[in-house]
């Protein structure tokens, strides 16, 4: 039978349209503008070279921190939430009652919007009447309770801890996936041996699970470069620099109407993420007899 | 050894209850506050109220507009959710059943915009020349454009799971492509159209950077964007706040209650090959 006339290519028209002009052309653009002038201060755009590229990258500038807290949060938040996701998903595959009451408390944070998640711990982290440090007072480690989000020295934890709170459930959710794909009489198998629960857990469970972490990882990475919502919601960039990541920084560069320098900071970021992205999409595509 | 083995379960029912709690305890904090007096909420811990302040409700839908960007989140989340779907379910199918060479380069092109990011500040040039910045249909379009990689990913591997026997025993009796598709292969495709249509309402509900750079008059926000600018005016009234943050994120819960399968489902498709 004729594919192209039962499965007519137009029906593909619709998406490719709207993404190509929505999505890809201000990418493309935006590579074009990177070696502008322009602003919103001025109507005729000049051509400046690699200008705004030498500013990005400039050492005496707040952009070194910009990058620098970008890859410090991806790197940190990815580490935590797969070393904490792991150890979720490893507790609630046992026998643990009211199993599925847990998962689904364990993600809930998860579809809640980032700005309302960011609110909610703007109350938490109160200095003064914040959850977190009455609890501390009340356990008599006074020392301990801080300014969460106006320390500078502390603020940009703060936020990375709160994005582990919210994201941790997710990653959970897809390593409880991938543990109930490892087929069970391997663990039969290594308790007839004799094999003890940390055995099972080294030997079996973590290498049939280095396929799943890889993809944990890769989602967690393209995540933490993009992260806007928490950081703005939390603290936007503040106190001074201290939370500023490339996103924030995109968004404030926007609002002071230098959109030269705010699109270079984006098209850095499209171009690392291209590279990124095509292994990631190459490896989740593969299973659906999709040649690449 | 029988002991031992009670021990350890009871150690670990502990843990997972006190990690359940850990990420409860904000959100009750939140609930609990919502029905406080401003007094009582001042103090921002977790007792329960005194007596339930059901009037905080009220207040805060007349205050913070929340009407007008309800029915806004609604009509942005709704019509995305049509489109994105309607585009997607027929752009995936066609890539999934028939892959030329133009196909699979076709697929691999809307699916890499799931790591690519999108970049804003030439995007309002795009909007400008289209007439579409402040303008509801423009916020529709963009929700819609940047789901269609992640929702095409979806129900391209779904379908290439529905065996095509079915398509060509329906085109021998006479079948047109679209009536193949909408009678025939959309009827099938349930399952994975419910996941795309759950996940595109709770995306859209909860997204808030679109409307920050593509709509600046507030009676166009939706509601996530309106209770942040209300917690801008009343930080102090954490009852008000509260009973906000509650009433915006009661559609997503409901929501996530109601289509935990399907939610969990989408999100571990691809990340898991069995």
């Not at chain 2, 095409?152 to 591997?157: A, C, G, R």
Request: glycine content about 6%; aromatic content about 12%.
């Amino acid at each position: 039978m004729n594919k192209n006339r039962i499965y007519p290519t137009r029906f593909v028209f619709g998406a490719l349209l709207l993404y190509s002009v929505l999505f890809v052309l201000p990418s493309v653009m935006g590579l074009g503008y990177s070696f502008t002038d322009w602003s919103v201060y001025s109507d005729s755009i000049h051509f400046v070279g690699l200008q705004n590229f030498a500013t990005a990258f400039s050492a005496d500038y707040n952009y070194t921190r910009m990058l620098v807290n970008t890859l410090r949060f991806t790197l940190v938040t990815t580490v935590v939430k797969n070393a904490v996701g792991l150890a979720l998903a490893v507790l609630l595959t046992k026998q643990v009652k009211l199993l599925n009451f847990h998962r689904a408390v364990m993600y809930l944070p998860c579809v809640l919007s980032a700005l309302i998640v960011g609110m909610i711990f703007k109350s938490v982290l109160n200095p003064k009447i914040g959850l977190l440090n009455t609890f501390l007072r009340g356990m008599g480690l006074n020392f301990l309770a801080s300014n969460w989000l106006t320390d500078s020295k502390i603020a940009f934890r703060s936020v990375m801890v709160v994005d582990i709170w919210k994201g941790m459930g997710y990653i959970m959710t897809i390593l409880i996936a991938g543990i109930m794909s490892i087929p069970q009489t391997y663990y039969e198998a290594a308790s007839i041996d004799g094999g003890s629960a940390w055995q099972c857990f080294r030997h079996i469970t973590l290498p049939l699970l280095v396929p799943t972490l890889t993809v944990t990882t890769v989602l967690n990475v393209i995540y933490g470069l993009k992260v806007f919502d928490m950081v703005y919601s939390l603290t936007n960039g503040g106190p001074g620099f201290a939370t500023e990541v490339m996103y924030t920084g995109v968004y404030k560069e926007f609002g002071l109407g230098r959109y030269a320098v705010g699109t270079t900071l984006s098209t850095i970021m499209t171009l690392v993420m291209l590279v990124a992205g095509f292994f990631m999409i190459r490896h989740m595509v593969k299973g659906d007899g999709q040649e690449i | 050894m029988k002991r031992r083995k009670q021990l350890a379960a009871l150690g670990i029912n502990l843990l997972a209850w006190v990690l359940s709690l850990i990420l409860l305890a904000p959100l009750l904090l939140i609930l609990f506050n919502s029905f406080k007096t401003g007094r009582e909420a001042a103090a921002m811990n977790l007792s329960l109220p005194a007596a339930p302040q059901w009037s905080n409700f009220a207040l805060v839908i007349q205050k913070g507009k929340l009407g007008t960007t309800f029915l806004n989140s609604m009509l942005y989340s709704v019509s995305s959710v049509l489109l994105c779907t309607l585009l997607c379910t027929m752009a995936a199918y066609v890539l999934s059943r028939n892959r030329r060479r133009l196909h699979n380069f076709l697929y691999l092109f809307l699916v890499l915009g799931i790591a690519i990011p999108i970049n804003y500040i030439p995007l309002i040039r795009v909007m400008q020349a289209l007439k579409l910045m402040n303008t509801r249909i423009g916020i529709v379009l963009l929700y819609t454009a940047t789901q269609i990689p992640f929702n095409i990913f979806l129900i391209h591997s779904f379908v290439s799971k529905i065996s095509p026997e079915i398509d060509e025993a329906a085109v021998i009796d006479g079948a047109s492509p679209a009536a193949l598709f909408f009678r025939i292969v959309m009827p099938l495709m349930k399952p994975v159209l419910v996941t795309v249509m759950v996940l595109t309402f709770l995306n859209t509900w909860n997204e808030f950077v679109m409307p920050l750079y593509f709509l600046n008059s507030s009676d166009k926000w939706p509601m996530t964007l309106a209770v942040y600018n209300f917690f801008g005016m009343y930080f102090k009234d954490w009852n008000l706040v509260c009973a906000d943050i509650v009433l915006t994120s009661a559609p997503v819960i409901i929501i996530y209650l109601l289509g935990q399968k399907y939610i969990v489902s989408g999100m571990t498709a691809g990340a898991v090959k069995g």
